[in-house]
């Protein structure tokens, strides 16, 4: 990682990472705060409610609809780019200085999947004990119209969800602490309350497992300096929660109703 700073210089920094993470997952941590705060004033149980992500937001107009998608998605990664500009301001440098390129294809690629699995069970196990505990909400991973293009789009938005999350959130936000001469122990903390604070929409079962996964990420690049593994991992999670809720809704709801039937509670 890049020396510490001190003085003037450092001042910049801390303003400089606040004003990135405020285009970013900063304020998407203050508008997923601002969500669990509007359910909890509901007279409904968290656990009867629903979040529903990659909403139709013109549904009657595939292809303003797709045109939207795709816009949205390419704002998205606007962040990282701006990310990894300020990281050196040369993109090629920047994304080698987090680990954002090829030069270790198998071990991402294996790494990656392994982060996948280990994070995949015991978040759907959470997540199923967070609805039995009246603590989530209902998640509806894919809530697009019929189209043809929704499955490519689904797969788009999980790589831009990765990213977003893991460029922005754990390569620049743990380099640029580093900097700051935050503790260790400190840097991961503030990462996994970021993680766990943008998923609140999802409520507090969503920001305990994602926290949990961002000591975990944390962790993983402080070790190796490498954000592909997290972004492939992260990938392959959302992709699996998308495309599998997309092509296979009624099973899993089904599925889910009688898992949840068969807990004590």
Do not use: C, K
Request: hydrophobic content about 55%.
């Amino acid at each position: 990682m890049t020396g510490t700073v001190a003085g003037p210089a450092r001042r910049v920094l801390g303003v400089e990472v606040l004003l990135v993470l405020g285009v970013s997952l900063g304020a998407s941590a203050a508008l997923a705060t601002l969500s669990i705060a509007e359910r909890l004033s509901r007279a409904a149980a968290l656990s009867d409610q629903t979040a529903a992500l990659n909403v139709s937001r013109l549904p009657d107009r595939p292809w303003f609809d797709l045109a939207d998608q795709l816009l949205r998605l390419s704002l998205g990664l606007v962040p990282v780019l701006l990310a990894l500009y300020l990281l050196d301001r040369y993109p090629g440098g920047a994304a080698r200085l987090v680990g954002l390129d090829w030069r270790r294809s198998r071990f991402d690629l294996a790494s990656g999947t392994v982060l996948a699995a280990a994070i995949g069970v015991p978040g759907l196990a959470l997540y199923v004990a967070a609805l039995q505990l009246g603590l989530g909400v209902r998640i509806v991973p894919a809530a697009l119209a019929p189209v043809w293009w929704a499955v490519p789009v689904l797969i788009l938005a999980a790589v831009q969800n990765a990213l977003l999350e893991e460029v922005v959130g754990v390569g620049y936000l743990l380099n640029r602490l580093r900097q700051l001469a935050w503790p260790t122990a400190a840097a991961i903390g503030a990462h996994a309350l970021l993680r766990g604070s943008y998923h609140l929409y999802q409520g507090f079962g969503g920001f305990l497992g994602n926290a949990m996964m961002g000591v975990l990420f944390a962790l993983f690049y402080l070790r190796f300096r490498r954000v592909m593994p997290l972004v492939i991992a992260h990938t392959l999670l959302d992709v699996v929660a998308f495309i599998g809720y997309r092509l296979f809704q009624e099973e899993v709801d089904s599925l889910l109703a009688r898992v949840l039937d068969a807990l004590p509670g």
